[in-house]
C-alpha cells in the first residue's frame, strides 16, 4: 500500500493534507522522515508516524448503533438524514454502511461496517440468522396468530415468509392494542409491518434488539453508537469463518 494512501485512508488528511505533511518532514517510516507518499508500506510490519504520533492501520470498522426514527438506513439519501450523517468525519472515513435495512420510522439495534463478508452472513436469508423485534400492535390479534407465523405468513404479493417465532407479551393498557415479540431470518421490504397487515392488525411502533448474537446495549441512547466490544468481535469473525 502507498504511504499516502495509507495517511489517508486513516482519516490523517485529505490528499492535499497528507502531500503537505509529508513535505514538511512530518511523517517517519521506520524512523525515518519520508517525503515521498508514492512509497510503498506493509501496514502490518512498518512503523508510520505523523508528527510522532503512531498510525495504527485499521481496515475495517464495526459500530454498534442505536438507530432513532427520522433517520434512514442508508449511506446517503437526498431528503432525509441518514445513519451514516450520524458518525464522525474520522468514522466516516471508512466508507461503511448500515447492515440491512430498518425503515425509517423504525428504531434499535444496526450494525455500521465496511466489511462486506460480515454483512453477507448477517442478512443473507441463507444463513438463517435470526433477528429479534419487539413491536407495538393495533388490532385484534387472531386466536392462531402465533400458529400463522410459525407456519409462514403470505404477504401482500403472494411471498410466504419463512417461519416465524412470535410471542404475545402483553395487552396494553390501551383496548384493542397488543405488544409483541417476532423473530425472523429474513428481511422483506417492510416485512414485520406486512406480515402484521396480513391478520389485519397494524404495527405502530418497532425496534429492534437483536441480530444472531449481537444485543442492543441498553446503555446506549437513541442516536448514540460505539465500537463492538471484544466479545462482539469474536461472534463477528467466528460468523464471518463459520460455514454454512
Do not use: W
Not at 106 to 130: C, F, M, R, Y
Not at 168 to 181: C, H, K, Q
Not at 190 to 204: D, L, P, S, T, Y
Amino acid at each position: 500500500m502507498r504511504l499516502d494512501k495509507l495517511l489517508a485512508n486513516m482519516g490523517v488528511g485529505s490528499r492535499k493534507e497528507v502531500k503537505k505533511l509529508l513535505k514538511s518532514k512530518k511523517v517517519t517510516l521506520n524512523n525515518k522522515v519520508i517525503k515521498d507518499g508514492s512509497i510503498k508500506v506493509n501496514p502490518d510490519e512498518d512503523s508510520v508516524r505523523v508528527e510522532d504520533e503512531p498510525i495504527i492501520y485499521q481496515e475495517f470498522i464495526y459500530l454498534m448503533l442505536h438507530k432513532l426514527p427520522g433517520v434512514v438506513s442508508a449511506t446517503a439519501d437526498v431528503k432525509d438524514k441518514t445513519v451514516i450523517d450520524l458518525l464522525s468525519e474520522q468514522d466516516k472515513h471508512f466508507q461503511p454502511f448500515p447492515v440491512g435495512r430498518l425503515d425509517k420510522d423504525t428504531e434499535g439495534l444496526l450494525l455500521i461496517t465496511n466489511d462486506g463478508d460480515l454483512a453477507h452472513q448477517l442478512i443473507s436469508p441463507n444463513k438463517n440468522v435470526s433477528k429479534i423485534y419487539r413491536a407495538k400492535v393495533k388490532g385484534e390479534l387472531p386466536q392462531d396468530v402465533v400458529q400463522q407465523f410459525t407456519a409462514g405468513i403470505i404477504l401482500d404479493d403472494g411471498y410466504q415468509t419463512k417461519p416465524a417465532n412470535l410471542k404475545i407479551l402483553a395487552a396494553t393498557e390501551e383496548p384493542g392494542f397488543s405488544e409483541v415479540e417476532i423473530e425472523i431470518t429474513e428481511g422483506k421490504f417492510h416485512q414485520i409491518k406486512r406480515m402484521f397487515e396480513a391478520v389485519n392488525c397494524k404495527v405502530i411502533y418497532l425496534k429492534r434488539y437483536r441480530m444472531g448474537e449481537l444485543s442492543l446495549d441498553s446503555q446506549l441512547p437513541l442516536g448514540a453508537y460505539r465500537p463492538l466490544t471484544e466479545e462482539e468481535m469474536a461472534y463477528c469473525f467466528s460468523l464471518k469463518n463459520k460455514e454454512f
